[in-house]
Structures are given as C-alpha cells and as structure tokens.
T-cell receptor, first 113, second 114 residues
Framework: AQSVSQHNHHVILSEAASLELGCNYS??????LFWYVQYPGQHLQLLLK??????LVKGIKGFEAEFIKSKFSFNLRKPSVQWSDTAEYFC???????????FGAGTTVTVRA | NAGVTQTPKFQVLKTGQSMTLQCAQD?????MYWYRQDPGMGLRLIYY???????DKGEVPNGYNVSRLNKREFSLRLESAAPSQTSVYFC?????????????FGEGSRLTVL
C-alpha cells in the first residue's frame, strides 16, 4: 500500500513570500498524485493533479507542483503567496488502477498580511 | 446543484450509542468514499464503494459499517460509538475511472463521543 509524508506541519509566511511544501510518497509502481486545499471552515477542494506527461503541473490560484519520479516527490509551489492562501494543504496519492486515495497528514499554511 | 451533501453536520453521542451518517451526491459519480480527519493525521480512508453494489475496507474500517444504498447514497454507521471515534467525517464522490479523477468532498460531519 502507498503512504504519503508531508514534511512541514505548520508554515508561517508573509504576503509575497514564496511557498514550497514538500511531499514524498512510498510506492514502487505508477501513481496518480494530487494536492488538495482546505480553506478555514470549508471542505477540501482540488488544487492540481498529475497522471502522466509533463512533470510540472499547474493548478488553480497560481499553484504548481513538480513530480520528480527518482525522488518519489511531488512538491507544491507558489511564487508569491497572498493572505487568502491561508489554509491546510494535503498531498494525496493513489496507485494507478486503485480507487483508494491516501492522504498525507497535511500542512497548515498561515500567511500574515 | 448541491454536489455532495452530508447529514448531520454535528452530533454528540454517548459511548455505546449508535448512529448513521448520511451522504448523497447529485454528480452521477460511480465511486464514493468515507474519510475521517484527525489533527496531525490528515484524512484516513474508512470505507469506499467503487460502484453501486460494492463496498471495500480502507485503512481504518474497525468499528464502522457502510451501505451503498444506490448510486447516489452511501451511509456510514457506528454501531457502538467509542471516544476514539470522535472526529470529523468527510464523504466524497468521484475518482473517475480507476481513481484517476478528482474527489468532490462534502462539508464534513463533526462527531463527538463522550
């Protein structure tokens, strides 16, 4: 079974700073990769996803993520954060052909104005 | 177009009581899921249903049962609630063909077991 680890539990940034959240997974086969976001008081929603092709994927709200197969990583980035990016971010992975989606523990991002 | 709807949104139970969390989707997805969210542990899969008529265990199925009533509805039952089941429960639908698609989540149900 696959597992997901997110390195940072809580990240605090100032507006306009750059953001990078780490995500590593453990699974030897082909995977689908996702980043979800949960804004305060809201339900989870998809930021971006990777299935195949270009390892640099772009999502909503200026976020992007890079899949590095050799490192089993799928790190999330945003060049310049806004106060409205304050949220909890979850990396998720499933093995291709498997319905079960495994989530990491999440990273809380606080952006100070 | 409500997406994924969960009821109730809040519930307090005493140890040993039973309850059912209801979930309905109007998005015509084949797959539905129940997750629990606990601080520092992210979301953990309890049960899922790849299609109407099938259900399978996830990471943490003990103490729970599910029913896929039809394509729209997927309920989660706690037969004898325990304090360790205090959590926020999320229902989701989607996943596409063999898990390649986006999951759409409900707003969550906060359960406290005393």
């Amino acid at each position: 079974a696959q597992s997901v680890s997110q390195h940072n539990h809580h990240v605090i940034l100032s507006e306009a700073a750059s953001l990078e959240l780490g995500c590593n997974y453990s699974y030897g086969g082909t995977v689908n990769l996702f980043w979800y976001v949960q804004y305060p008081g809201q339900h989870l929603q998809l930021l971006l996803k990777y299935f195949s092709g270009d390892p640099l994927v772009k999502g909503i709200k200026g976020f992007e993520a890079e899949f590095i197969k050799s490192k089993f990583s799928f790190n999330l980035r945003k060049p310049s954060v806004q106060w409205s990016d304050t949220a909890e971010y979850f990396c998720a992975v499933n093995a291709q052909g498997d319905y079960k989606l495994s989530f990491g523990a999440g990273t809380t991002v606080t952006v100070r104005a | 177009n409500a997406g994924v709807t969960q009821t109730p949104k809040f519930q307090v139970l005493k140890t040993g009581q039973s309850m059912t969390l209801q979930c309905a989707q109007d998005m015509n997805h084949n797959s539905m899921y129940w997750y629990r969210q606990d601080p520092g542990m992210g979301l953990r899969l309890i049960y899922y249903s790849a299609s109407e008529g099938t259900t399978d265990k996830g990471e943490v199925p003990n103490g729970y049962n599910v029913s896929r009533l039809n394509k729209r509805e997927f309920s989660l039952r706690l037969e004898s609630a325990a304090p360790s089941q205090t959590s926020v429960y999320f229902c989701a639908a989607g996943g596409g063909a063999q898990g390649t698609g986006e999951l759409f989540f409900g707003e969550g149900s906060r359960l406290t077991v005393l």
